[in-house]
Structures are given as structure tokens and as C-alpha cells.
């Protein structure tokens, strides 16, 4: 089954072995018709969900993720294409970018009629851990990564990210939907092949529900847009900033908690990916590559870092939160990691070893190659 989408790209559906779904984001004409050779496997069951009475935030527990592949060798790769000495996860011979249902899920869509436990401190009822959890390939390359790819494929992946969104909001069960890439072995990568996922979650993760209470109470003092009001601020200040175009900006926040934390934003006020224009949409992919190519250069050598878009919750305060994508590196320095020591981790209280004013700086004077 295929469909048009944005930006000159065609979605194909197709059926893997055991039942889950692939899709192709193609701009160029294709014929997807290859079949998933493998024998069909059992599909892992739903997790638990479990309230931390301590905070009221839930805790997903998939026990059966333990078994998952842990960064094999590139010949044997299960994100690259199909070979016939390889069959992956991906059937075909070569793609452009790919999203496939996760084979090893944290969260699963729930069977029959499924509703999030009540919170009731100690005595709530364990839940089931619903949701859906993709993975999306961005090249067929197993060494490339996402600052390599050109700008017309980072459209397509932009696209898919679009699609996936506006696809999975409507699923009752979702309330919250997160795409993320985590790079490097040091952020716990377990494929090295580019790639990144995506979460739906059934309920509101405890980071948006803490941002989402903060902006709901300053809209009903100020009768403001929290996150407009710091974006205008960081534009006006000028020192953080690290690139910018007619729609983006990027910049090092004013509280960053890591020393290399990078937030691009669009200028126009959306409350998640699907709500970008074309004219915006466009204006992504090479900000997005430069701010990349910045990180890697500040050292360079490949930074660790994990890059995940903030949307706003499917059902609730989209007029409260906004779109942006958030990149932290782990890294400090040559050699020098940021571990989430016994303040950080304990407490939840960040102590930063570089000022933002001046990582800023850092990633502005990279010259680009």
C-alpha cells in the first residue's frame, strides 16, 4: 500500500514475518515488493507499568529487552538491507529512510479495552505498558550518520518523523509522542547503523508533565506562551545563539545542564511536528546538519549525544508547549565525560562545568568543512 505524502515523498507499507509493519519514505520511484525471508517469531508480551508513589511518575518495566542485539559487526548488522547471507530487518536491497515497529518494544499497543491505572500512592494497580515504540532508519549507509547525510535525505527523514507523528496521535491509547536519535556508545547506543526511534507513550512522560504544569501557571499569570517568551529572549540576547535561519534558531540555553546542549527551535510558534508549514519544513534539514557538523567540531571527534524533539502531548496543552529539538552531548571535553554523578542522579541537581555563554561560543567558531 502507498501513499503521497509532503516534499515529493511516498510512503509503502509493507508486512515483516512476524506480523509487524514496515515503511519505505521514498522520493525517487520505487517498487517495494520484496518479502521478509525470515521465519516467523514469537512477538515479546506487554510490560508493566508501576507508579513510583515517591513522585507519582510511572516506571515501564520490559524485562524482555535484556535479550536484544548488542552492537554486532557490521556484516551482521539487522539495519542494514537485506543480503543473502544477512536478512535484516529491512527486506529490501537498499532504502531511503525506513520506520519499523520495534522488535524489542518497551511499550506495546494494549489488547481489548485498556485505561491507565489511577494514582493512588502505594495501592495503585500495576498497569500495562502500552504504547508503541518504531524504529526509523536514516540511510541505507552503515557509516554515515546523521551530520553526513545530505539535506534532501534529511527532508525525507523529517517527513517521516511528520507522518509518524500525525499517524500514531491518533491512536486512543497515545498520549505523548517522542522521536529520538541516541548516538554513541556512550549514551548506550546497542546498533551502531544510523538510526533513531520513536516513542508514543500512554501516558504524559514526567519531564513534560513537569513542563507542562510550569507553562500552564505562567499562562495564567502573564497570559504568555512560556516557551515564545524564551525563544524571543535568546534571539534578543544574541550570545547563545549558534546558528540561525529565516524559520530556526539555535542556541544554548540560558540554564543549560550540559556543557554541550543545543536547542533548535522554529521561530513560529507549533505545538508538534505535524504542524510545520512546507516553507518551515524546508528550512530544517541544513540548520540541522550545520548544528551537527558544529558539535562534532568543537573537539573534533564524533560526539556522543542523544537528539530527541520536544512536542507537545496529544491531547493536552498544545497551547502550552512547543516544538523543539533538544541535543545534549555527554561529552565535556577531549577524554572528559558528563556523568550523571551523585547530585546530578540523587537529586536531580544539575551542576554545569561550563558556562552557556561560553559553549556557545566553542560551537560558533567551529569552521565548517
Not at 195 to 201: C, D, E, L, V
Request: glycine share 6%; with cysteine; proline share 7%.
Amino acid at each position: 500500500m502507498s501513499s503521497k505524502l509532503g516534499a515529493g515523498v511516498t510512503r509503502t507499507d509493507r508486512p515483516l514475518a512476524d506480523g509487524r509493519t514496515i515503511r519505505y519514505y521514498d522520493t525517487r520511484e520505487q517498487v517495494r515488493a520484496a518479502a521478509d525471508k525470515r521465519e516467523k517469531a514469537e512477538q515479546p508480551g506487554i510490560g508493566e507499568l508501576r507508579l513510583d508513589p515517591l513522585v507519582n511518575e510511572w516506571v515501564a518495566m520490559a524485562s524482555h529487552r535484556q535479550g536484544r542485539v548488542f552492537l554486532p559487526p557490521k556484516e551482521l548488522c539487522p539495519l542494514c538491507p537485506s543480503t543473502s547471507e544477512n536478512l535484516t530487518e529491512v527486506p529490501e536491497e537498499d532504502f531511503e529512510v525506513v520506520v519499523f515497529d520495534n522488535k524489542s518494544p518497551s511499550l506495546r499497543p494494549p489488547v481489548g479495552d485498556w485505561a491507565l491505572p489511577d494514582m493512588a500512592g502505594p495501592d495503585t494497580d500495576t498497569g500495562s505498558a502500552a504504547g508503541k515504540c518504531e524504529v526509523i532508519c536514516f540511510t541505507a549507509d552503515h557509516g554515515q550518520s546523521f551530520k553526513d547525510l545530505s539535506t534532501e535525505r534529511i527532508r525525507v527523514l523529517l517527513e517521516a518523523w511528520i507522518d509518524r507523528t500525525r499517524e500514531l496521535s491518533q491512536e486512543k491509547f497515545i498520549q505523548h509522542i517522542t522521536p529520538f536519535e541516541n548516538r554513541g556508545e556512550e549514551v548506550g547506543v546497542t546498533l551502531a547503523h544510523p538510526h533513531g526511534q520513536i516513542y508514543a507513550y500512554s501516558y504524559i512522560p514526567p519531564k513534560v508533565a513537569r513542563m507542562l504544569e510550569v507553562a500552564k501557571k505562567h499562562k495564567e499569570r502573564t497570559g504568555k506562551v512560556l516557551f515564545d517568551e524564551i525563544v524571543a529572549r535568546e534571539i534578543k540576547d544574541e550570545e547563545r545563539i549558534v546558528a540561525e535561519n529565516k524559520h530556526w534558531v539555535a542556541y544554548v540555553p540560558y540554564a543549560a545542564r550540559y556543557s554541550f546542549e543545543i536547542h533548535l527551535a522554529p521561530k513560529v510558534s507549533v505545538a508538534d511536528l505535524s504542524e510545520l508549514t512546507p516553507e518551515v519544513a524546508d528550512a530544517y534539514p541544513s540548520i540541522a546538519k550545520e548544528v551537527l557538523q558544529r558539535l562534532d567540531g568543537v573537539f573534533d571527534i564524533p560526539m556522543a549525544y542523544i537528539a530527541a524533539w520536544h512536542q507537545a502531548p496529544v491531547r493536552e496543552g498544545r497551547d502550552l508547549l512547543r516544538l523543539h529539538w533538544q541535543i545534549t552531548s555527554v561529552r565535556r571535553a577531549p577524554g572528559k565525560l558528563k556523568y550523571l554523578a551523585g547530585s546530578e542522579s540523587s537529586m536531580g541537581a544539575f551542576i554545569m562545568d561550563l558556562r552557556p555563554e561560553q559553549s556557545a561560543a566553542q560551537l560558533r567558531e567551529v569552521k565548517l568543512k
